[in-house]
């Protein structure tokens, strides 16, 4: 345990140098415990931070299938955003010691993180929830070169909000775009007072997150 301690203790403070040589402030610190969730939103809280960003680990199929994954639970626990960092596979997640060695680690993206957006895609479906994110999007927002507000309309989960009948009507459906469009423009415009480059798209698809 020492031993590994101490090499993780030397990859953070070479992160931390390089965080520091690129203009950021930048500390380093190492937990021990066995709910590394808990102890990363009690960090959280007790360092008023006001973003986490990380790389999950990669699992397969099973093991996020039968494991709840770190990231799932800081997304639905913490009090502030969380940024997750796409890992796409095991050969991408090197060990800690060799995380400033490659372009894809989270040092390079905290330091993009640090620079102005080019452009933020923010996804809104019906439920009250969703708006949510924009509690969140000011400080992000106003860095960002452009703001999408995105609302999927999925004719499937369309059929359980309406008479089964009007679900496969056209029009019916045309009609709730319109209605979505319309209380996207609804939400641009409150925005556009303080983020000028916000649009509103709204487009129809089977499978939301693709």
Do not use: K, W
């Not at 590394?36 to 007790?46: D, I, K, M, P």
């Not at 929830?129 to 992000?140: E, K, T, V, W």
């Not at 996207?184 to 509103?200: F, K």
Request: charged share 25%; hydrophobic share 50%; net charge neutral.
């Amino acid at each position: 345990v020492a031993a590994v301690r101490s090499r993780v203790d030397r990859a953070l403070t070479n992160v931390a140098d390089e965080i520091e040589a690129a203009g950021l402030q930048g500390r380093s610190s190492v937990l021990e415990g066995s709910d590394v969730a808990e102890l990363l939103l009690g960090q959280a809280r007790e360092r008023d931070t006001r973003m986490i960003l990380m790389a999950p680990r990669p699992r397969s199929a099973l093991e996020r299938s039968l494991l709840r994954s770190v990231a799932d639970r800081l997304i639905r626990n913490a009090e502030t955003p969380v940024v997750v960092v796409p890992v796409r596979n095991h050969s991408e997640h090197r060990t800690l010691a060799h995380a400033t060695e490659f372009p894809s680690g989270l040092v390079a993206a905290a330091l993009r993180a640090a620079r102005p957006l080019r452009r933020l895609l923010v996804p809104i479906d019906d439920s009250p929830h969703a708006l949510r994110a924009l509690n969140a999007l000011g400080p992000i927002a106003r860095a960002a070169d452009e703001v999408i507000l995105l609302h999927v309309v999925v004719p499937a989960t369309l059929a359980r909000i309406v008479e089964p009948a009007a679900a496969d009507d056209r029009s019916s459906l045309g009609r709730y775009v319109r209605e979505a469009c319309d209380r996207l423009e609804g939400i641009a415009e409150q925005l556009r007072v303080s983020i000028p480059a916000v649009r509103r798209v709204v487009v129809e698809a089977d499978d939301a997150a693709a």
